[in-house]
């Protein structure tokens, strides 16, 4: 098995946390929130992040890369949690600690314990196929050999719906790709988006968003930052219990990579309204109209 599935595996191992358990205390706790640059500081995710890691009483602060840098000996036994990539590396070089990664992609955080933003796939299509009654083939553009297709094929296995992976050979080939895919005869269809550096690119997700707006099919991004663009859907990890996960995963000291407990999928209610577009909520599901 190569270290992307390896990862991939471990990611689809941790279970989302039992509806209704008490979220543990973290008195006592000092916890310092690392950004990679001082506009981070009003970043949306650092405030999620702050905020829930106070309600659950932790003493907090933030600093930047650049702070930290000058002073690594302060704060010496709080639990340090890098937000992003470039965090996550400044933050795995530095002296030893109790830290983790919070809200990277697999595979970014540096050797670092991590919370990252990936919903495992069974998740994410038992919510696909709860929202979008009726709509049973998933349309995936990739390149061939992503590390997701085995994840994806063995998702599929389980939630209902029919996977069909849309071979993307190289940059400017997502959209016809996916067109040539929609044009095919079968069920009405969704639009999964997956990380793939081919497939998507900034050049590709307008006009791709365009092309699913066109065919009436929902396009579903893995992050907020889709539905700007004009995706109906997106898989989102929640912040604040992603933090206080990232805070126990820091404790632990074991280096793997978890998949966030709390996540959902946010459909734009009014779009589907104007598409024609049949959504219910459910488990994991919230219309926001």
Not at 170 to 198: H, K, M, S
Request: charged share 20%; no cysteine.
């Amino acid at each position: 098995m190569s270290a992307a599935l390896a990862l991939l595996a471990m990611v689809l191992a941790v279970p989302p946390a039992p509806a209704g358990s008490p979220e543990p205390s973290l008195a006592g706790v000092n916890v310092v929130l690392l950004v990679d640059k001082e506009s981070g500081r009003g970043a949306p995710a650092v405030g999620e992040a702050r905020a829930a890691l106070v309600a659950s009483g932790a003493a907090v602060v933030v600093r930047t890369v650049a702070e930290a840098a000058r002073t690594w000996a302060d704060a010496d036994d709080a639990v340090w949690l890098a937000l992003g990539k470039v965090a996550a590396k400044a933050l795995a070089n530095a002296p030893p600690r109790s830290r983790a990664a919070l809200l990277v992609r697999a595979g970014e955080a540096g050797g670092l314990p991590a919370v990252v933003v990936d919903v495992p796939f069974e998740r994410q299509l038992a919510w696909l196929a709860a929202a979008f009654p009726g709509r049973t083939r998933v349309l995936v553009p990739r390149r061939p050999g992503n590390a997701a297709d085995a994840a994806l094929r063995a998702a599929a296995a389980t939630s209902g719906l029919t996977v069909e992976l849309v071979d993307v050979h190289q940059p400017g080939e997502t959209v016809p790709a996916l067109q040539a895919a929609l044009r095919r005869p079968g069920a009405p269809a969704l639009i999964l988006l997956v990380p793939d550096a081919t497939a998507l690119t900034p050049d590709t997700l307008a006009p791709l968003a365009q092309s699913a707006l066109e065919a009436r099919a929902p396009l579903i991004g893995f992050s907020s930052y889709f539905l700007r663009i004009g995706a109906l859907a997106a898989s989102i990890a929640e912040v604040g219990p992603s933090a206080r996960q990232a805070v126990a995963a820091a404790k632990a000291g074991v280096v793997v990579e978890e998949a966030p407990r709390a996540a959902h999928l946010l459909v734009d209610g009014r779009l589907a309204e104007r598409l024609g577009v049949p959504v219910r909520e459910g488990p994991g599901v919230e219309v926001r109209r």
